[in-house]
């Protein structure tokens, strides 16, 4: 199955990641396909690649798109997060690369009928990346209470009229249950004041549908699980380079990366450590990355990249 996706940030991705023949790279959201091809296009003969998606249909892509490359290739219908199991089943003790690109892919949203966007009103309430998973958002819309529906708006997608619209999809379901995109369209941008709603820059249901990706994604929940154990996976003098697209990511990336470089956790009022920790990376971006504005105006989907990267100690 093709997948057409416009890949974000490519020379940018690979000048951090350091591609070099004969190593071991992974790529934790092949997607597209488009990072995972550049990288094996470098890897030669005596590389390795490990290509991972919670997507099947992008797994599926990927193995006709590499399938003329040299290096040994190994995919994986799995989710990033469990990269250190991946790693067990290929006998790989450290890989010398790992590559994340944390957006929705084109396909996704266009393609697959699963009601990722707004623009595709007749489409279900699903939005499972993996479609093997049983949680959906018809589940979480038509079963959560109003103060769950709200949390989830409010933390997911910094929604400013969490309650309103949390209101508005408890009294519609109570009527008869949400099916489609276009259904919940509606009640979100009935409940958002029409003022508000022309200040903006974005569709009124942006934010509500990111939201609901994520939660019934568990996003940020395999994000965390990954950077727990991230630094394990790679040897020394490996990169890790994550391409974030909303704030909630970046925040969690780049917390995590500035605690591995700091070293030190002891309080600010000691003034002498004793924790003994010392930093295990080094920061190749000491600020997040940003596309250029030629990219952005070929690819309208990168505006809002954010990429940062490290290098193991």
């Known amino acids: 199955m093709p997948i057409r996706h416009p890949t974000a940030m490519l020379s940018e991705a690979l000048e951090w ?15 597209g396909g488009g990072h995972a091809r550049a990288i094996c296009d470098r890897l030669g003969a005596g590389g390795r690649f490990i290509g991972i998606d919670q997507d099947p249909a992008a797994v599926q892509h990927a193995e006709g ?47 697959s009928g699963r009601g990722f966007s707004f623009m595709r009103r007749s489409e279900p309430l699903d939005m499972r990346m993996n479609p093997d998973e049983a949680l959906t958002a018809e589940i979480l819309v038509n079963q959560l209470d109003q103060r769950e529906l709200t949390h989830i708006f409010k933390t997911y997608g910094e929604e400013r009229f969490a309650r309103r619209i949390a209101e508005r999809i408890v009294a519609a379901r109570n009527t008869a249950p949400l099916r489609t995109s276009g259904q919940l369209v509606d009640i979100v941008t009935e409940a958002i004041p029409s003022r508000s709603a022309a200040r903006q820059r974005i569709h009124p249901a942006t934010r509500v549908f990111m939201a609901l990706r994520i939660a019934v994604n568990r996003e940020l929940e395999a994000l965390r699980g990954f950077l727990d154990t991230a630094l394990a996976c790679l040897a020394p003098k490996g990169r890790l380079c994550v391409l ?8 969690e990336v780049k917390q995590h990366m500035k605690s591995w470089a700091s070293g030190c956790t002891c309080p ?46």
Request: include cysteine; charged fraction near 25%; aromatic fraction near 6%.
């Open 17 to 31: 990641l350091n591609c070099q023949p004969g190593k071991i790279y992974v790529d934790g959201t092949l997607g």
């Open 65 to 111: 798109l590499l399938s003329s490359f040299t290096c040994q290739r190994h995919l994986f219908h799995d989710n990033f997060q469990h990269l250190p199991r991946i790693l067990r089943e290929l006998h790989i003790p450290l890989v010398d690369g790992i590559l994340l690109d944390l957006g929705i892919s084109l396909y996704q949203l266009e393609a």
């Open 244 to 251: 974030s697209f909303h704030s909630l990511e970046d925040r």
């Open 268 to 313: 600010k009022e000691i003034p002498v450590c004793v924790c003994g920790n010392t930093p295990r990376v080094r920061l190749l971006t000491r600020r997040a990355v940003r596309p250029t504005a030629v990219e952005v105006e070929t690819n309208p989907l990168a505006r809002s990249t954010r990429l940062r990267a490290v290098e193991k100690r």
